[in-house]
């Protein structure tokens, strides 16, 4: 048995539709996989009608990007799964619930935040336009990917990555903030809306040693539920440091691919760059942990 808890499309950053992104899974021979697509849980009602048509059960989910406030000196993106979908087929309930609600009003900071990322690419003398951007989006959220797509395809770089290393990373000429939930009021949110909690590959907070381990333990203490221990992009060894670090704390395990389709062609559904295993018996620790 085999699981997947971290996929993305068309609903946010993916190149896959949400059915897509569950048919995969079902081709993988995955029993269950999780869709959390970045602060959003548009696609879920689409993939829900899918996953009971393929036979895969499908894992209500989003993934939450948080504000350092100074805590560490990357990124934290939160997973949160089981969200509470009384309601299957119009996910009424859900869009009305804590955190769906707050989503809404990150994504008009979001646009704004696009609008600019577009300005400062002008300033430096790259033309794209702004309604490409949001073609490429087709219709979902927008973010930095759909941005380096519209560049690869206008020529300024041969790649996704390149997009990013040259333009669009944290430190580039195109990056700019947005906004972000904090780390307390996005796992009370998360709790408030009917989900557990997860740090997605936790690596990428740039913290290693003793300063993770107390992260991770302030962590616990707000009410975190778990860890990405089996990560698509982490070797073994890390893969496994994390999981004891999990267990010290008092944490669940969680794990996936982090698929984006074409915009992160290396990973794929159910095994990451393709030594990616996810046990089925996780994810019934994980739901375990709901309250």
Known sequence: MAIDLHTHSTAS??????????????????????????DTVEGLAEATVEADRAGVRLV?????????????????????YFLDRRDDRNGTDLEAA????????????????????????????????????????GGGSVGRPHVAAVLVRAGVVGSVQEAFDVWLAKGRPAYLERDRLGVEEAIALARASGGVTS???????????????????????????ALEAVYGRYSPAERGALTELAIRHGLAVTGGSDFHGAYKPDLAVGTGTGDLHVPGALLAVLEARRS
């Open 60 to 80: 209500p989910g989003c993934e939450i990007s948080c504000d350092p406030a100074g805590r560490f000196p990357g990124t934290m993106h939160l997973l949160v």
């Open 199 to 225: 740090v997605a590959h936790p690596y990428s907070v740039g913290l290693t040693g003793d300063d993770l381990d107390a992260f991770v333990a302030t962590l616990a203490t707000l009410g975190l539920d």
């Open 13 to 38: 950053d993916g190149s896959a539709s949400p059915a897509e992104v569950v048919r995969l899974a079902a081709r993988a021979g995955l029993d269950a996989v999780a869709l959390t697509d970045h």
């Open 98 to 137: 804590p955190l769906p609600a707050r989503f809404r009003a990150l994504r008009e900071a979001r646009n704004t935040r696009n609008e600019k990322i577009v300005a400062a690419l002008h300033d430096h003398g790259v033309d794209i336009a702004l309604d490409d951007v949001l073609a490429e989006a």
